[in-house]
């Protein structure tokens, strides 16, 4: 988006004046109060007329963003509030446009902001002109001088922690694009002596301490130099550390800087060297020696150190060792040779370390140089860009105050030129009469100082170049012949008789009256600072020096090109430089930057009025004023004026259709300004007394103000109107909708109160209708009702009357019949009466036994003679009959069953009988053994291979072949026998081998005897007598015992034909041998679970306890 275009002016929102030239009344008070002012409100900067004061702010300040750069580009110069961007805008712009050369001048005591201002202009020089890879390497070259410099020519002072200890003068060149193209720096008398010396609190050159600080171990030991400040004669200790700034990091950065600025390697290591050369020439110390015409002679006390300079710098060491103790004079072809003594030898090392420095700080400006350079041929144009020291009244002032102040007066002189100058062109150009105006010129200090025949310059040379002993004492004596008469000169010894009794001036003194206030000079060190002398001995040895730099730095000491002629004196080399800056100023369109110290502490937000007093003194801003207001105190292009003040007559307001100028014409006339207040030029108004501005500058308030309300009154009243219009429109609209909808909510209404009325109507109507028709239902209803009542009364009626009739008609039957049967029975009667009822009894027996049968043929239950079903008894009179029919019936069926019984199973079922008519409720063992079948030989000695010898002893048919338990009669303990019977034999094996152990025909076996209880002990009882007998009967247990008693029973029985006695008894005898033992059989008790226990209780008794 475009930026909106905002016309402002400097006039707008202004902190006390922001430019003096518009201060009422003028004078020094009204012009410290309106810094001091601005400066609480951090504004740092006021012009006057178009010079920027700037007062230190001692702080960084926002106010330098890129979007104050942006703010300041390309605006006029009182659009926006002071700025130095202003004042470098403007200048470029001029350069860029008008093709003027400019120069930027920049001014004011140490620590004013001098170096901070140039860097400023120069870094917003560099943002606003071209751009390009090629533009900005040049940009970046010029602004990254500024840290070599510094750090070569800027040394802490007590007034200034980076204080520059050189005057510079820089132009900056552009192409006609506005480009920048290169560079030219001049320096201007570096404070050499700082070299050798610093005042209390004050600190050498910045370089050596950022070496000692910043540089490796490694360069160290290349530079023959050790890290420890203390080492050094030449460093100052006691401020060797500044506040806030660190020698190291700015090391790197003056090597960096060294680097884009285009120094190669070599160069800035032979940079370094004499560097380190100089420190330790500091530390060569002296010692007097006695020599033979009574004269003493120094000597060098350690040569160490000498020794070490002459290896960095490629000195021999004896020519240098020589250097410091004679002096050759050369005079007329003839030379001559003195020694030098201790405080010479002194003298010639510190004018050695100096002339080396000093010398070593104008090769790097010339190499700088060198390489900023311009490149092209083309026509350039100039900015320059001037850093000079400012003012300097210290409490002991000598030749270097003397020479900064003339440079000062100088500078006074050419601004009051120039200011002048342009102010006088600017009023041809505008046509507009010259008057001439009373100002203070100082152009005659000028000329005390640098005239040619008699000024003080010209005359302290003199007496330099006299032969004879030259003091400063003969200097001033001078000095008081020739200035005496001299308005600004003051000397107690001058001819004149104003001072003769003036105590404020010493004797050693004289004091000169510069434009910005008095300065005492103390003539003491004038003649040797200005003759500078650097033993011709000294500047030889150094030409001899392997060291390249260090060669060319001393040319005069090239034995060839000896000149014999005197070198220029400090003062004069000064005089011609400064001639020459002039000459170049004078030749560009000066634009100046008077810095202004706001106090002694280098703190923020101190405003020391005295001090600011003083220097807007010595900086002649009253002055200033004065010769910018000689005329006209403001001016201002006619269309911003007549922009600004239009709205002041009712005929330029709000437009003027004619030209501005006819305009401001109309606008003044009407406002009744006095005519001699204001001039009309060419293309701009001048207003002649700041008064007049300010009226205007209230009018417009005023006017403003009422305009303001105007436009609020007038805004308000549209805004009301178009509110009420808004308002009304909308009632409308509101209205149209309300009354529609009143219309539809009545008619809905209507609507609806219709339809309940005609509902109420519809439904009064059907319930009148239906009220008919209910009546005629119900009279229908009624009518059927009576007919059927009716009706059924008629039936009713008739069928009472038929039933009536019936019942007669019955009656009338029965007692007939009655009568009939009375008749019959008595007619029959003699036929029946006799045999009827037998007939009827047998016949009715008949059919009840007939019916039984055939109920019963339906009624048999199964076959199965286990089946107990039989149906029940109809008749108590059937009941013999019908047991004897189930009786029949159960044993047909019996024997339908056993009809089906072939012979084997027969057989079997034989066996079983035979078990039962032997067991049946005589041995409790019985009824267990039913359903087990009789299986004879358990033990299958056929099959198996073990019994082979037994089954070969046995011819006959096994009947039964089972194991047994034997009872041992002699403990009641058992052994397992294989227990065989065969038809004629019962025989006992060994079951496991198989061999018989006894064999006992059976007609020798009597009886067997077993217990009625539930258990498996039998007793085979023999005859007394047979030969089976003689070891006594055998008392067995088997789990078979019923099969095998019933077998025994049967076997004996078919063989011997005799039956075999079963005897069964709880106790019963049984034959031992010899003895017999009574088998007692008692309920045991239940400790060995099921199975009964046979004991030995004594020789007659074996008790067997049955659980
Ligand atoms: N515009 C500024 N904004 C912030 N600080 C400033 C500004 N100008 C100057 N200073 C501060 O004041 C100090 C001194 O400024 P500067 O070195 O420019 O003084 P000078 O006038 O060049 O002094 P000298 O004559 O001793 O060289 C700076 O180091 C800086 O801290
Ligand atoms: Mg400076």
């Avoid at 001014?107 to 001098?114: I, L, N, Y």
């Amino acid at each position: 988006m475009a930026k909106m275009e905002v016309k402002t002016s400097l006039l707008d929102n202004m902190i006390g004046v922001g430019d003096m030239v518009l201060l009422e009344p003028l004078n020094e008070e009204t012009v410290i109060n309106n810094l001091k002012k601005r400066f609480d409100h951090n504004e740092i900067y006021t012009y006057i007329g178009s010079v920027v004061i700037s007062v230190n702010p001692y702080r960084s300040l926002p106010i330098y963003s890129p979007e104050k750069v942006e703010d300041y580009r390309n605006r006029n110069f009182y659009e926006l509030s002071p700025h130095i961007f202003a004042l470098s805008d403007e200048a470029y712009r001029s350069l860029r446009d008008q093709d003027k050369d400019q120069c930027i001048l920049i001014t004011g005591e140490s620590g004013a902001g001098k170096t901070e201002a140039s860097k400023l202009v120069m870094s917003y020089v560099a943002a606003v002109c071209g751009k390009g890879a090629e533009v900005n390497q040049v940009k970046e070259q010029l602004l990254q001088s500024n840290p070599v410099l510094e750090a070569f020519g800027n040394a802490k002072t007590v007034r200034n922690d980076n204080s520059s200890r050189f005057g510079k003068y820089m132009d900056i060149e552009f192409d006609f694009k506005g480009d920048p193209l290169g560079g030219v720096i001049s320096n201007y008398l570096l404070e050499k002596s700082r070299v050798v010396k610093q005042p209390r609190g004050e600190r050498n050159f910045h370089v050596f301490y950022q070496l000692l600080s910043g540089a490796s171990e490694e360069l160290l030991n290349k530079l023959k130099l050790e890290r420890d400040f203390s080492r050094y004669n030449y460093l100052s200790l006691d401020s060797a550390k500044v506040n806030g700034v660190d020698d190291a990091a700015n090391f790197r950065t003056v090597r960096n800087a060294m680097q884009i600025v285009g120094f190669m390697d070599h160069e800035v290591e032979s940079v370094l060297e004499v560097v380190a050369a100089v420190l330790k020439l500091g530390n060569i110390e002296f010692k007097p020696e006695s020599r033979v015409n009574g004269l003493d002679e120094s000597k060098i006390k350690d040569k160490n150190e000498l020794k070490e300079i002459c290896e960095l710098t490629g000195i021999d060491q004896s020519v240098l060792e020589r250097a410091f103790s004679f002096r050759t004079v050369e005079a007329k072809q003839e030379k001559v040779s003195t020694t030098l003594n201790v405080a010479q030898a002194y003298y010639a090392r510190d004018a050695l370390a100096k002339n080396l420095y000093s010398r070593l700080f104008s090769w790097l400006v010339n190499r700088i140089n060198e390489s900023i350079k311009a490149q092209t041929k083309v026509r350039k144009k100039v900015m320059g860009v001037l850093d000079i020291y400012g003012f300097e009244i210290f409490e002991d002032n000598s030749f270097e105050q003397f020479i900064i102040n003339y440079c000062n007066e100088k500078l006074q002189q050419i601004f009051i030129e120039l200011t002048l100058k342009e102010e006088q062109e600017e009023y041809i150009r505008e046509d507009i009469e010259w008057t001439h105006i009373e100002y203070f010129n100082n152009a005659i200090i000028c000329d005390l100082i640098e005239n040619n025949t008699n000024g003080i310059l010209a005359m302290l040379d003199e007496e330099c170049l006299r032969p004879g002993t030259v003091t400063d004492e003969t200097f001033l004596e001078k000095l008081n012949q020739v200035c005496a008469t001299h308005q600004h000169f003051e000397s107690r010894m001058s001819k004149c008789s104003r001072f003769l009794n003036d105590t404020s001036l010493p004797h050693s003194c004289f004091r000169i009256q510069h434009y910005a206030g008095k300065v005492l000079y103390q003539v003491e060190g004038f003649v040797d600072k200005n003759n500078d002398l650097l033993y011709r001995d000294l500047s030889q040895a150094m030409w001899k020096a392997g060291h390249a730099l260090i060669k060319s730095l001393f040319p005069e000491g090239n034995p060839a090109k000896i000149n014999l002629k005197r070198p220029p004196t400090a003062g004069s080399q000064f005089k011609a430089s400064v001639a020459t800056l002039m000459k170049n100023l004078q030749t560009k369109n000066p634009n100046y930057i008077r810095c202004i110290k706001p106090n002694d502490k280098k703190a923020a937000h101190i405003f020391n009025e005295g001090l600011v007093c003083h220097q807007v003194r010595y900086l002649g801003l009253l002055e200033n004023v004065r010769v910018r207001r000689a005329g006209y105190a403001f001016r201002q292009a006619y269309e911003p004026c007549l922009e600004r003040y239009k709205m002041l007559c009712k005929q330029t307001w709000p437009h003027w259709k004619g030209p501005a100028r006819a305009g401001v014409e109309v606008l003044f006339n009407e406002l009744e300004i006095p005519v001699e207040e204001y001039s009309f030029g060419r293309s701009k108004i001048f207003i002649r007394n700041p008064r007049t501005l300010f009226k205007l500058e209230d009018l417009r308030k005023q006017r403003l103000e009422d305009l303001a309300t105007l436009i609020q009154k007038i805004y308000r009243g549209w805004k009301c109107r178009t509110h009420f219009l808004l308002m009304r429109k909308s009632q409308i609209v509101i209205a149209a909708w309300y009354r529609r909808y009143a219309q539809q909510k009545r008619y809905q209404q209507i609507k609806s109160s219709t339809l309940v009325i005609q509902s109420y109507i519809r439904g009064w109507k059907a319930r009148k209708i239906l009220r008919e028709l209910k009546h005629q239902k119900r009279c229908e209803e009624a009518a059927t009702t009576i007919a059927a009542y009716w009706h059924g009364t008629q039936a009713r009626r008739e069928l009472k009357r038929l039933k009536e009739e019936a019942r007669r008609k019955h009656a009338v039957a029965v007692i007939w019949a009655y009568w009939l049967g009375l008749k019959v029975r008595r007619e029959y009667r003699k036929f029946f009466r006799a045999n009827a009822g037998k007939k009827i009894y047998e016949f009715t027996l008949q059919r009840i036994v007939q019916n039984y049968f055939l109920e019963m043929k339906n009624k048999v239950p199964s076959l199965s003679p286990i089946d107990k079903n039989w149906p029940s008894r109809p008749y108590l009179f059937l009941d013999s009959a019908h047991k004897e029919l189930k009786r029949i019936f159960h044993l047909w069926r019996c024997k339908k069953y056993r009809d089906q019984f072939t012979d084997q199973q027969k057989l079997i079922y034989e066996e079983k009988l035979e078990a039962s008519e032997l067991f049946k409720d005589k041995k409790a063992l019985y009824p267990s053994s039913v359903g087990q079948p009789f299986q004879g030989p358990y033990l299958e000695i056929n099959k198996n291979p073990k019994y082979k010898k037994l089954k070969d002893a046995i011819e006959e048919k096994i009947i039964i072949a089972e194991v047994v338990n034997k009872i041992n009669r002699a403990n009641g303990k058992s052994t397992s026998r294989i227990f065989l019977l065969t038809n004629n034999n019962l025989l006992l094996a060994d079951q496991k081998s198989g061999q018989i152990k006894s064999e006992v025909p059976l007609v020798d076996v009597t009886k067997v005897s077993m217990s009625s209880q539930n258990d498996g002990f039998f007793a085979v009882h023999l005859k007394e007598g047979s030969e089976a007998a003689s070891k006594g009967d055998f008392l067995f247990s088997s789990d078979h015992l019923i099969e095998m008693a019933t077998k025994l029973y049967r076997t004996t029985l078919s063989q011997t034909k005799q039956k075999l006695n079963i005897e069964i008894s709880d106790e019963f005898l049984v034959q031992f041998r010899q003895d017999k033992v009574c088998v007692k059989f008692i309920q045991g008790n239940q400790k060995n679970g099921s199975v009964p226990t046979c004991k030995r209780k004594n020789n007659r008794l074996l008790e067997v306890a049955v659980p």
